[in-house]
């Protein structure tokens, strides 16, 4: 079986999508699956950009032999080694024992890493460097860090198409709708947004850099290595980009996390929301932190100005749960955000000043209000803490 498509003249999608898999990178959960694209010129010369998964090998292989048609592969352009996409490579290899790997000198120690010495021909680029295919001819871009050290794009210069590995992608599996504009209502935002701050946000600096480099050149189309080919959507997408590579905000609203034994700590986080919309606030995402997975909640702290993390206290500690999110909130280096701490604790109430040291050390994270503690359940007291506390919060997050 093959299924390919063409993208533009001489140029085609010859990936798959995984909708079996249940985490990527054994991590994050996939309820809509994911692509894994890849791409092939038919030129003069042919070249292919990247493998696929071992998932969809097969797929891959019947895609790249049917488009060939008997022709010989001669370039094989390898931008990045994650599995993801290097997996197949060795297949490929077998089938196409005489391309050329076109690679740079991280990837092919990388490369070489996987796969020991099975590279007969190689083709080490540069930065800058071309590779002439015919008609068509590819530019080598260096984006360090988006997502590994050898990644790279490759820019073609005579239909301005954008191969940028895993830049720009999603997760999600490509549903018959290869075109952004093919997915209509589907074409799902937050789930480039859940992709981009799991993946890549680490390594904002380093995008930023890579969009530097990409500044004047035209683009028509993007083609990542997961998610839609861009082509209606490149301005809204690299739009959104720009803001999460420099940890900026996408709206005023908040992200309230909680962790909750028995329903306590649980009340005073709705208590929050409620208070919150009460005044005014119309961005409220809510979650439990045992049942929504981290990557969704890190998803929505990207988006939101504020966030609010509430947690009972467990063997004078931090909440597991809650100390995982804290965790990759600090390995992901969540900044620029206003916040706000609640801790519960019956007889050691210990983990509000656990919390807030740990929030203290994320870079331009501000507590807004003073860290409230409750002693076991909220009494009138706490609760009119929580009240008052809403009200200055309402207030900045309409001022932020
Ligand atoms: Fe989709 Fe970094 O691999």
């Known amino acids: 079986m093959y299924s390919f498509r063409e993208i533009s ?3 085609y999608w010859v990936g798959g999508s995984d909708k079996r898999l249940s985490r990527f990178e054994n991590l994050f959960p996939l309820p809509k699956g994911v692509a894994y694209n890849a791409y092939l010129i038919n030129d003069e010369k042919t070249a292919v950009l990247d493998s696929v998964d071992a998932s969809i090998s097969t797929l ?3 895609n790249v032999k049917k488009v060939l048609d008997n022709r010989d592969l001669d370039y094989i352009v390898v931008l990045h080694l994650e599995p993801d996409h290097s997996a197949t490579l060795r297949e490929l290899l077998v089938n196409y024992p005489n391309a050329t790997v076109v690679i740079n000198q991280v990837g ?9 010495d099975i590279c007969k021909n190689v083709q080490i680029v540069k930065e800058g460097d071309k590779l002439n295919l015919g008609k068509h001819e590819l530019e080598f871009v260096f984006t360090p860090m988006a997502h590994w050290p050898e990644s790279m794009m490759a820019y073609e210069l005579s239909q301005k198409i954008l191969f940028s590995s895993d830049a720009f ?3 999600g599996s490509i549903d018959g709708a290869l075109f952004d504009y093919e997915a209509g209502n589907n074409f799902d935002l937050d789930e480039y947004r859940r992709y981009y701050a799991n993946i890549l946000g ?4 380093r995008v930023e850099a890579a969009f530097a480099k990409l500044d004047g050149k035209a683009i028509n189309i993007i083609c990542p290595v997961h998610g839609h080919v861009l082509k209606d959507k490149i301005g809204l997408i690299l739009d959104k980009y720009l803001l999460w590579a420099q940890y900026q905000s996408e709206q005023k609203g908040i992200t309230i996390a909680y962790a909750s034994m028995y ?3 649980k009340d005073a986080a709705f208590l929050l929301a409620n208070e919150l919309a009460i005044n005014g606030v119309t961005n409220i ?3 439990d932190v045992s049942e929504t997975d981290i990557s969704y909640i890190i998803s929505s702290i990207y988006k939101n100005t504020h966030f609010a993390l509430l947690s009972p206290t467990y063997n004078l500690e931090i909440y597991p749960k809650m100390r995982a999110l804290i965790d990759d909130m600090k390995m992901l280096t969540i900044r620029n955000k206003k916040a706000f701490i609640v801790g519960n604790g019956s007889w050691a109430p210990v983990v509000t000043e656990k919390i807030s040291k740990e929030v203290s050390e994320l870079q331009n994270v501000e507590q807004i209000v003073k860290a409230l503690t409750i002693k076991s359940a909220l009494d009138d007291s706490t609760a009119k803490e929580v009240r008052d506390a809403a009200k200055i919060i309402a207030e900045d997050i309409k001022n932020s």
Do not use: E
């Open 202 to 205: 680490k390594y904002g600096q």
């Open 60 to 62: 891959y292989i019947n």
């Open 169 to 171: 992608g999603a997760f």
């Open 9 to 11: 003249k001489d140029i």
């Open 263 to 265: 329903g306590n700590t």
């Open 108 to 116: 092919l120690r990388i490369f070489k890493q996987f796969f020991g």
């Open 285 to 287: 995402d809510l979650f």
